[in-house]
């Protein structure tokens, strides 16, 4: 058994198949299939189930997959350490983020700081086109942005962009809606309802699909406050809608007071969430810790869903 076995299955397991996890790991899928048969013969278990819908982990698979991811984690800091230790780094972290990434900032940062204490780190709740706008600006250092359907930021040469998360869009309504009650909503039930939206571009590109397949909807308002809509879906005065990973980690649907829901009869291509900087820092090491630290526990949340 070796590191590369253990980052073998750990990728094969987010990736649920060998082909995308070959090209990520930019190694033959042959080599990769043979070294985790290696693994699954020295350890006498059988870790992945291959099928034509793809590779998923055995139940004996699932617990040594996280032990490994859990070992590999471990590593990650030692050499994180030796390095801080090695290069003392100083200077300022700017972050921009649109807001669903907000609920899982503390816990990185709060790591990143222990190990880096000197650094100073701001951070900015904007909309994806104004956190790339104030990139360009040297404004920021990072972005965690949402992706626009065409993903049109991924061909923008001044920058890295690297996709974290692909997910959905949901309903979230009060635990007093009607809705509250329902496995899932279809979008004639959501156009019963008045919305409240995030005034984001890549939100408003979501409602304009949306209006184009399945007629108008009521909206109630839209802004960047998010405190106003939460309190309007609290009060079932509306609905909102957003991103699975940004509404299923908003406070008031952990307490239960609002409930997310799943979307029916939409066909839905969301291109998800993606950390994007300037090729200019593309060599930072304060960029780089920050992002193998975010990515590490986003690989987390994978993992253990």
């Given at each position: 058994?070796?590191?590369?076995q ?7 397991s987010?990736?649920g198949s060998l082909s ?5 790991l930019?190694v ?5 299939s ?10 006498d278990v ?12 055995t ?5 040594i997959?996280?032990?490994?991811f ?6 990650q ?12 780094i ?14 899982l900032?503390p816990?990185?940062?709060s ?10 780190i701001?951070?900015a709740?904007k909309?994806?086109?104004a ?10 250092d990072?972005?965690i942005?949402?992706?626009?359907r065409?993903?049109?930021?991924m061909?923008?040469?001044d920058f890295?962009?690297e ?17 509250a009650?329902?496995e ?12 409240v939206?995030?005034?984001?571009d ?13 007629g108008?909807?009521?909206?109630l308002?839209?802004?960047?406050n998010l ?7 609290l009060?079932?005065l509306?609905?909102t ?9 908003d406070?008031?649907?952990t307490?239960?007071e609002?409930?997310?829901v799943?979307?029916?009869?939409l066909?839905?291509?969301?291109p998800g969430?993606a950390?994007?900087?300037?090729k200019?820092?593309?060599?930072s ?21």
């Open positions: 058994m070796n590191f590369e253990l980052k073998y299955i750990v990728e094969v987010k990736a995308i996890a070959s090209q990520k930019h033959t899928q042959s080599a990769l043979q070294s985790i048969t290696n693994l699954e013969t020295e350890l059988k870790l992945f189930n291959r099928s034509r819908n793809g590779t998923t982990p139940d004996t698979g699932n617990l997959i996280k032990k490994a859990e070992t590999l984690g471990k590593v800091e030692l050499k994180e350490v030796a390095f801080s230790n090695a290069h003392a100083n200077g300022t972290l700017r972050i921009g983020t649109i807001p669903g990434p907000l609920m900032l816990r990185t940062l790591i990143y700081k222990t190990d880096y204490p000197t650094i100073q701001s951070i709740e909309e994806s086109q956190i790339i706008d104030d990139i360009k600006q040297d404004k920021l990072i972005g942005i949402g992706l626009t065409e993903g049109k930021e061909n923008d040469e890295d962009l996709v974290v998360l692909r997910g959905k869009m949901v309903v979230a309504a009060s635990k007093h809606s009607s809705l009650f329902s899932s909503v279809t979008p004639q039930e959501i156009r019963n309802h008045s919305l939206i995030y005034n984001d890549r939100m408003w590109e979501f409602i304009d699909d949306f209006t184009s397949l399945c108008k909807v009521s909206i308002f839209s802004t960047n405190d106003a809509i939460r309190n309007a879906v009060e079932n509306a609905i809608i957003g991103p699975d990973y940004t509404v299923e980690t406070s008031s649907v307490s239960g609002v409930v997310p799943t979307i029916t009869e066909v839905q291509d969301y969430m950390l994007v900087w300037s200019t820092k593309r060599n090491p304060i960029l780089k810790s920050f992002v193998s630290r975010l990515k590490a526990q986003l690989d987390e949340l994978k993992i253990h869903s």
